[in-house]
């Protein structure tokens, strides 16, 4: 596949853009002070911030159409048009300045529209540049310019004394989630999979792929339930999603509904060490065998591989949950992670060329989603490889965290989607000395780990079970008391994923506590004896003195 001649154009500083992260969750909602009066001189002041912090993205003409603008999935807003999707008005209607400046001010995210409160960002605006720059971005939709529109008398004000979240209030939000079928689109389980062909696409002709709602980091326009009360009620002007006020009249039951979508947001675990849980006898080889649910769960935080060329800056898989169980010979793996389609195929022939992209002094080496690599069902495998150090190093070192190097190569244990359903062997275990050259798979007689996968309602379940000593003593040793590093990656064929093209995630760790000898719990009886014994002795000795 031939690299797209746009990237040649594209200047690095704008390719950096497009990995920004949003980082919003913590951005002032409210100014602290009164907004300032639009003169020529605000306008000038906003139209200096714009040029500089904005256009890269939104274009100089606002029109959405920056030299960052095609490496980004969602694309920036384009601001000529005047259709905004985060607002406190009603469907359709123009936002207030400040559902504007609580954008600007916490970011979007799930996109590269960061968070410009400079009291959260250090590369942040102040207020006065916020309300500045506002105040520039409207002069580019004429909407903005009719002196009779007034956007603060079609503002939706949030209901009153609405119930706290209680069993009986998200249980009556699902009934309306039922009801209003807001499972077509999201899925039975709010994951996203209620969609089954990318026939979506927004006011400005790009697809959308519908938001798995249990992520609260992909929640765009906030994750309290406020915020989701209000996209129900104004719905997302340029989208698919509409507003609700017609077809869920009553309040209360967006209220309800707000709620129960908020209860389905997944709560992340914090630790970053794995310990599997000791069993005797056999490990569960299926992934929906109940005994996995006793096993306590990891959640791995993931983002696209920026790393090394060619980079992606619009991953798919952002988190994936690792149980693992062990007994005195064996360990194993469950991988879980979301993803709306199941993409069990691989087309070889449709791979990315990334000759170009991986040139020394090349303009940009990231990767335009839209026009360089295929991003539909049928064509990319899904996958995943849990990553360990072919050797342990000395204290705290580890290799590079992205297929290693030279000096300190990698063992991947590869699970493909397409082997599974051909009902082969569907991992494959093989070695990384850098990211510069593709894994080399192990030898026949050297490929000891079985995998076994389920997908169902837009999750895939993986197993990976092998023996925690190998046999020649090769590839990575799980030794009881042993702090084994642990990185994971991950590949959503229909977001277009293969090669490098796919989500990292930093080292974690596997730690099999040990076991605790016989004779520790003998010195404990011992000591608990001794101490009996010599507390009646002393009472014995104490009575004696008194009498």
Same mark, same amino acid.
């Given at each position: 596949?031939?690299?797209?001649?746009?990237?040649?154009?594209?200047?690095?500083?704008?390719?950096?853009?497009?990995?920004?992260?949003?980082?919003?969750?913590?951005?002032?909602?409210?100014?602290?002070?009164?907004?300032?009066?639009?003169?020529?001189?605000?306008?000038?002041?906003?139209?200096?911030?714009?040029?500089?912090?904005?256009?890269?993205?939104?274009?100089?003409?606002?029109?959405?159409?920056?030299?960052?603008?095609?490496?980004?999935?969602?694309?920036?807003?384009?601001?000529?048009?005047?259709?905004?999707?985060?607002?406190?008005?009603?469907?359709?209607?123009?936002?207030?300045?400040?559902?504007?400046?609580?954008?600007?001010?916490?970011?979007?995210?799930?996109?590269?529209?960061?968070?410009?409160?400079?009291?959260?960002?250090?590369?942040?605006?102040?207020?006065?540049?916020?309300?500045?720059?506002?105040?520039?971005?409207?002069?580019?939709?004429?909407?903005?310019?009719?002196?009779?529109?007034?956007?603060?008398?079609?503002?939706?004000?949030?209901?009153? %004394?609405?119930?706290?979240?209680?069993?009986?209030?998200?249980?009556?939000?699902?009934?309306?989630?039922?009801?209003?079928?807001?499972?077509?689109?999201?899925?039975?389980? %709010?994951?996203?999979?209620?969609?089954?062909?990318?026939?979506?696409?927004?006011?400005?002709?790009?697809?959308?792929?519908?938001?798995?709602?249990?992520?609260?980091?992909?929640?765009?326009?906030?994750?309290?339930?406020?915020?989701?009360?209000?996209?129900?009620?104004?719905?997302?002007?340029?989208?698919?999603?509409?507003?609700?006020?017609?077809?869920?009249?009553?309040?209360?039951?967006?209220?309800?509904?707000?709620?129960?979508?908020?209860?389905?947001?997944?709560?992340?675990?914090?630790?970053?060490?794995?310990?599997?849980?000791?069993?005797?006898?056999?490990?569960?080889?299926?992934?929906?065998?109940?005994?996995?649910?006793?096993?306590?769960?990891?959640?791995?935080?993931?983002?696209?591989?920026?790393?090394?060329?060619?980079?992606?800056?619009?991953?798919?898989?952002?988190?994936?949950?690792?149980?693992?169980?062990?007994?005195?010979?064996?360990?194993?793996?469950?991988?879980?992670?979301?993803?709306?389609?199941?993409?069990?195929?691989?087309?070889?022939?449709?791979?990315?060329?990334?000759?170009?992209?991986?040139?020394?002094?090349?303009?940009?080496?990231?990767?335009?989603?839209?026009?360089?690599?295929?991003?539909?069902?049928?064509?990319?495998?899904?996958?995943?490889?849990?990553?360990?150090?072919?050797?342990?190093?000395?204290?705290?070192?580890?290799?590079?965290?992205?297929? %290693?190097?030279?000096?300190?190569?990698?063992?991947?244990?590869?699970?493909?989607?397409?082997?599974?359903?051909?009902?082969?062997?569907?991992?494959?275990?093989?070695?990384?000395?850098?990211?510069?050259?593709?894994?080399?798979?192990?030898?026949?007689?050297?490929?000891?780990?079985?995998?076994?996968?389920?997908?169902?309602?837009?999750?895939?379940?993986?197993?990976?079970?092998?023996?925690?000593?190998?046999?020649? %003593?090769?590839?990575?040793?799980?030794?009881?008391?042993?702090?084994?590093?642990?990185?994971?990656?991950?590949?959503?064929?229909?977001?277009?994923?293969?090669?490098?093209?796919?989500?990292?995630?930093?080292?974690?760790?596997?730690?099999?506590?040990?076991?605790?000898?016989?004779?520790?719990?003998?010195?404990?009886?011992?000591?608990?004896?001794?101490?009996?014994?010599?507390?009646?002795?002393?009472?014995?000795?104490?009575?004696?003195?008194?009498?």
């Amino acid at each position: 596949m031939s690299v797209h001649p746009k990237l040649r154009v594209l200047a690095p500083v704008a390719a950096a853009l497009a990995v920004v992260a949003a980082a919003g969750a913590l951005a002032a909602d409210k100014p602290a002070r009164a907004k300032p009066a639009e003169t020529p001189e605000l306008l000038e002041q906003g139209r200096a911030v714009y040029f500089r912090r904005c256009s890269f993205c939104h274009g100089l003409l606002g029109d959405g159409d920056g030299p960052a603008a095609e490496f980004l999935d969602p694309r920036p807003r384009d601001f000529t048009l005047g259709t905004y999707k985060f607002r406190t008005t009603q469907s359709g209607k123009l936002p207030t300045d400040e559902d504007l400046f609580r954008t600007v001010s916490r970011g979007l995210s799930g996109t590269a529209m960061q968070a410009f409160d400079n009291e959260i960002i250090k590369n942040g605006l102040t207020e006065d540049e916020r309300w500045a720059v506002i105040a520039w971005i409207k002069t580019f939709a004429p909407e903005f310019k009719n002196p009779e529109y007034d956007p603060y008398k079609r503002q939706v004000a949030l209901p009153k %004394g609405m119930p706290a979240s209680s069993a009986a209030t998200i249980a009556k939000g699902r009934e309306v989630f039922e009801k209003a079928k807001c499972w077509e689109c999201h899925g039975k389980q %709010g994951r996203g999979d209620g969609q089954k062909a990318f026939d979506r696409t927004d006011d400005w002709g790009f697809p959308i792929r519908i938001r798995n709602v249990t992520h609260p980091w992909k929640i765009k326009g906030g994750t309290e339930v406020e915020d989701i009360y209000m996209r129900f009620t104004t719905g997302i002007n340029g989208t698919p999603m509409p507003s609700f006020i017609e077809g869920v009249p009553s309040e209360e039951d967006r209220w309800a509904l707000a709620t129960y979508i908020k209860s389905l947001q997944h709560k992340q675990t914090e630790h970053q060490v794995l310990k599997p849980l000791r069993v005797e006898g056999a490990l569960p080889a299926a992934p929906d065998d109940a005994a996995w649910a006793k096993a306590p769960p990891m959640d791995v935080r993931l983002a696209g591989q920026v790393t090394a060329p060619p980079r992606w800056q619009n991953p798919s898989i952002e988190l994936v949950t690792v149980r693992a169980v062990a007994n005195d010979k064996e360990i194993a793996f469950l991988l879980q992670w979301d993803d709306p389609f199941k993409d069990a195929v691989h087309d070889e022939k449709a791979e990315l060329d990334a000759k170009e992209l991986t040139k020394t002094g090349g303009y940009s080496s990231y990767v335009d989603p839209y026009e360089m690599v295929p991003r539909k069902l049928e064509t990319f495998r899904d996958a995943v490889a849990l990553q360990f150090p072919l050797k342990l190093l000395e204290g705290t070192k580890r290799p590079h965290f992205l297929r %290693g190097d030279a000096s300190n190569p990698v063992q991947l244990w590869r699970w493909k989607a397409d082997l599974e359903e051909q009902g082969k062997r569907s991992v494959e275990e093989a070695v990384a000395r850098g990211w510069k050259q593709p894994p080399k798979p192990l030898a026949e007689k050297h490929q000891l780990v079985a995998g076994k996968a389920e997908w169902k309602d837009g999750r895939w379940s993986v197993v990976m079970q092998r023996a925690l000593v190998t046999p020649d %003593g090769s590839g990575v040793q799980f030794a009881p008391g042993v702090f084994v590093p642990m990185a994971i990656n991950v590949w959503d064929g229909s977001n277009g994923e293969h090669g490098l093209l796919m989500s990292v995630s930093t080292w974690q760790y596997v730690f099999i506590e040990a076991p605790v000898p016989a004779r520790v719990y003998g010195y404990a009886g011992f000591a608990v004896l001794a101490t009996g014994l010599l507390g009646v002795g002393l009472m014995r000795k104490a009575q004696r003195s008194g009498s």
